[in-house]
């Protein structure tokens, strides 16, 4: 594919229940990035990924949110018992490897924790 | 941390209009990106900056990479409906992947 693809589009689940969020990068691309972006907010960093480097999860909010990157190419990002404030777009983007490579972004996943 | 600020944070402009809103920051940057954003979109990158003093075109979009390298702007010429979106300033250090993102810039173009 030419661009980011993300699943689910939308996701809507009950609070206290786990979710899984899937990112498909740029083929080539050896950087991987999750944002959280809340209606009407700027991007949140959440964890990045380079090559088989040790990802950046400094931006995480909490241990219920992880992801992994599997092969160097697709990542999940899980949340974990689900709760009500962590209803939001996320997002999710890949560059090349060089500095300041620009990011690629996906169309996201919407969620909403009921 | 590193901070950008991006102003105006919201615009209402008349078709036709010029636009012009910028980012700043008390850290020096190597790279400048701006983005746009629809509505249910992901961003959509729309021009990159790699030099101090670089001046940009993408159609009716010019940006320019400040020469202090702490600030960028862009302008849109003539603006037009189809520019109704959130606008993202964005930068890097370059050290490392890691690009900080303004806060976004709000467009409505009153046909």
């Known amino acids: 594919g030419a661009g980011v693809s993300q699943s689910p589009s939308n996701k809507v689940t009950e609070k206290g229940k786990d979710v899984e969020l899937r990112c498909d990068p740029i083929s080539g691309h050896t950087a991987l990035y999750w944002y959280r972006q809340s209606l009407g907010q700027g991007l949140e960093f959440l964890i990045y990924f380079q090559g088989n480097s040790a990802p950046d999860k400094s931006g995480l909010p909490s241990d219920r949110f992880s992801a992994e990157r599997t092969g160097g190419s697709v990542s999940t990002l899980t949340i974990q018992r689900t709760q009500q404030e962590d209803s939001a777009v996320y997002l999710c983007?890949?560059?090349?490897?060089?500095?300041?490579?620009?990011?690629?972004f996906g169309p996201g996943t919407r969620l909403t924790v009921l | 941390g590193q901070q950008l600020n991006q102003s105006p944070q919201s615009m209402f402009i008349q078709e036709g209009e010029d636009v012009s809103m910028n980012c700043t920051s008390s850290s020096i940057f190597n790279t400048w990106l701006w983005y746009k954003q629809d509505p249910g979109e992901g961003p959509v990158l729309l021009i990159a900056?790699?030099?101090?003093?670089e001046l940009t075109s993408n159609g009716r979009l010019t940006a320019q990479f400040g020469i202090t390298r702490k600030d960028s702007f862009l302008n849109i010429s003539a603006s037009i409906p189809s520019d109704v979106g959130i606008y993202f300033c964005a930068a890097s250090a370059n050290t490392g992947n890691q690009f900080y993102f303004g806060t976004g810039t709000s467009l409505t173009v009153i046909p």
């Open positions: 900056l790699y030099k101090a003093g």
């Open positions: 983007a890949s560059s090349l490897a060089y500095s300041g490579s620009p990011q690629f």
